[in-house]
């Protein structure tokens, strides 16, 4: 069988939630036994800058386009005269043309709860896309029950042509704890963007060291998001009322080795999200064994399981979590253990071989 991909999110920079996703998914598969008997073509906009080498029955085919709507434009052309039998689309928006066996994954709508949080075009076309992929794929991957609910409640999608497949995590071998001047510290890490609540994280970090006076830090890792403008604004005005004006440190993007060590130096991680599709971070850091704090709502509860607090994405909620954790060594080192267990459930070959029957059967 010839398996067409859209790989074009595998080779962007820097790699985070649904970039991750498609870069580890295409390694899995290239990994898999049951893959040899199929042939892969990966769509990409660029040549092949993937960090591992793939075997003889990959092809990366590269699609030049320098136009917006890579997807609809440039790949929809290639569907039309050169189809594969199947084409897995993993990040959401299937082309206009496309081969009937078509499979496309869903990440999470939290654009329609939180619609304020996006421009109106980049909402219109998420919505449509949504739609369009819901009604005329074959398939559709979800990356948790809460989003196939989501489908199902809010797009009227046939649960029957529906199936869970989640992310997978792998923690690299002898990453060690990071020797830097930090200190003790509280971490989160991923885009900032007010989805993720950071301005709750702020004000829950800010009380905690008013009413507490703890020596702890906050440590913000990952690009700058949507309404990222408000968040530095936060910030600066945090740190301006803090006593100790270094106490909210803003890293910005840092490399794989970077994040595994901060993660393995934490306090504790906290993911106060409005909105998790899967939330991937959550088992990086029960992986390395770093306690979570993260929110009750949407997929964080399934994904979390019993490593982590499960809080309101609320300040005082925020607030008191932490303080817990840093108080409370048993509570922590239960929480490290209950992640670890967790994580065991979690793995890149597992959803390689998921999806690989999806697209198959």
Known sequence: MTIGINAAAAAKQPRTGVEAYVYQLIKGLAALKESKKHRFILFSPQKNNLNFELPDNFEVKELNWSWPFWTQARLAREMLFNQPEVLFIPV?????IHPKNSVVTIHGLEYEYFP????????IYLRWSTKYAVKNARKIIAVSKNTKNDLVKLYGADPEKISVVYHGIKIPDNIKKRKDDLGKFFLYLGRL????NIAGLISGFEMLKKRYQLP???VLAGPAGHGYKKIKSKIQSASQRLKFKGDIVELGYISEEEKWQLLKSATAFVFPSFYEGFGLP???AQASGCPVITSDVSSMPEVTGEGGILIKPEVEQICQAMYKIADDADLKERLITSGYWNVNKFSWQKCAKETLRELTN
């Open 193 to 196: 963007e007010e989805k993720k």
């Open 92 to 96: 959401h928006v299937l082309p206009l």
């Open 116 to 123: 304020e949080m996006y421009p109106k075009k980049r909402l």
């Open 216 to 218: 702890h830090k906050l």
């Open 282 to 284: 959550i088992l990086e």
